[in-house]
């Protein structure tokens, strides 16, 4: 079975959080006041996993916020750290609260007493503790999608941010309409233009299979010990973790034992339109039938005890066919048959979901008001728990009959034992 030990050995990191633990969590009034912020109001961030998409997307909005400050970056990469700190601090201006700190190992940004909040951007398997651990240190979350890399990880990263009164927010950002007008397709079948909901697609990549990348020479600079951290050890490639910010997408998701595959990657996009569409946050599947021949990574079902009838495959997004007609929504794209059901304004007796100002800012906004976020961590962990389905479905051939109720196989001991992996000492998957 899985380690269960506690992930966290460091003294100082343990002295921190009981201190945290020992003391009462105070906002002041004025942090709530929107435009410019003085200093000591700002919302303090650390950036943890200081790759592409962190360079791509996420320092480039927290940077534009008045109201936020980046105070530590975090990578196991000293060209990424580096680069990040000089990216922040050029931002800033280097005396801006003695400049932005840099660190090699998460623990250290979580035992800061003046960082409020992480921005979690690591590959896959490193999501799941870096998130519970902050939950813990109180500190409030954004952690990149897929949120898991196993059943476990999801229903206990949602009992970490629950009993820590902690903000999570996914980053399943077409939440928030980015790359294309996802809510509003949802609001169009909540709202039944579709007639009786029977059958969705979701056409994303297959699952990912074992890494079998030959040895290269470690790259300078690397910590490749943490970097694998849980993962089994094994010698450097760098298809794994190229030195700096890589240019193309890494292609570290190809492999099992960082990644679902595409199937976790894009999927945990567009399974979590297909729960929002069906009104599933809070569940999910009981059934999973994989296709005939399970290798080609195609082909599974999920049944929903709604009847509805969902299966891996087709156009790229997410299609909704209905007795009355179809919907299919990607990035960039929102068309209908007939064209009628995407083209008449919501009436105001029609299903409005909540409308997010943009997945950063909800998330800062969220910090300060205490409420949930648009992609709340049970959002992105109940979408998430799709994706590991499928993939549990592909990998082993058989059909799962599945209790999202309780997270756990129905009346099948040996699929329960697939809901968490194996994790290399000492990164045990922490308590809450």
């Not at 979580?110 to 409020?116: E, G, P, S």
């Not at 476990?152 to 009993?163: F, H, N």
């Not at 009959?401 to 994790?423: H, V």
Request: net charge neutral; hydrophobic share 35%; aromatic share 8%.
């Amino acid at each position: 079975m899985p380690s269960q030990r506690s992930t966290i050995s460091r003294r100082r990191f343990l002295q921190s959080t009981a201190a945290l633990a020992a003391a009462p969590t105070i906002v002041p009034s004025s942090v709530f006041a929107q435009g410019n912020a003085a200093p000591s109001e700002r919302i303090r961030v650390g950036i943890i996993g200081n790759g592409k998409m962190s360079h791509s997307f996420h320092f480039s909005t927290l940077l534009g916020f008045d109201d936020v400050q980046i105070v530590a970056v975090c990578d196991v990469d000293t060209g990424r750290r580096e680069i990040s700190k000089k990216r922040v601090d050029d931002k800033y201006g280097v005396d801006a609260a003695q400049g932005c700190a840099q660190y090699n190992d998460f623990r250290d940004v979580l035992a800061r007493d003046d960082v409020d909040a992480v921005l979690i951007a690591t590959p896959d398997h490193w999501h799941a503790i870096p998130l519970i651990e902050a939950c813990k240190a109180g500190k409030d979350v954004y952690c990149e999608k897929p949120l898991t890399h196993s059943i476990l990880e999801a229903q206990r990263c949602i009992q970490a941010a629950r009993k820590h009164k902690r903000v999570v927010q996914t980053g399943s950002q077409q939440r928030s309409s980015v790359f294309g007008p996802f809510r509003k397709a949802c609001e169009f079948v909540r709202s039944g233009r579709l007639g009786k909901l029977q059958t969705v697609t979701v056409g994303v990549g297959g699952p990912s299979k074992w890494c079998d990348l030959p040895e290269e020479p470690l790259e300078p600079g690397l910590d490749w010990n943490l970097w694998l951290g849980p993962a089994p050890l094994r010698p450097y490639n760098s298809v794994l973790s190229a030195h700096g910010i890589s240019k193309p997408w890494p292609r570290w998701r190809a492999y099992r034992e960082y990644s679902g595959g595409g199937h976790t990657d894009i999927g945990a996009h567009h399974y979590d339109i297909a729960q929002w569409a069906l009104g599933m946050d809070e569940s999910g599947p009981v059934e999973i039938i994989p296709p005939e021949d399970a290798s080609t990574g195609k082909g599974a079902k999920f049944i929903y005890d709604n009847g509805v009838t969902m299966t891996h495959g087709g156009p790229s997004g997410c299609v909704f066919t209905g007795t009355e007609g179809t919907l299919h929504i990607d990035r960039g794209r929102l068309t209908s048959t007939p064209e009628s059901i995407v083209k008449e304004p919501l009436a105001d007796d029609e299903v409005h979901l909540y409308n997010s100002p943009g997945h950063h800012r909800d998330w800062i906004n969220c910090i300060r008001s205490r409420k949930r976020p648009v992609a709340d961590v049970e959002i992105g962990a109940r979408s998430v728990t799709v994706c590991h389905l499928g993939n549990l479905a592909y990998w082993h051939g058989r059909k799962l009959k599945w209790d999202p109720t309780n997270w756990k196989f129905l009346n099948d001991d040996q699929a329960n034992t697939w809901l968490d992996r194996e994790r290399r000492d000492p990164w045990g998957l922490p308590e809450v």
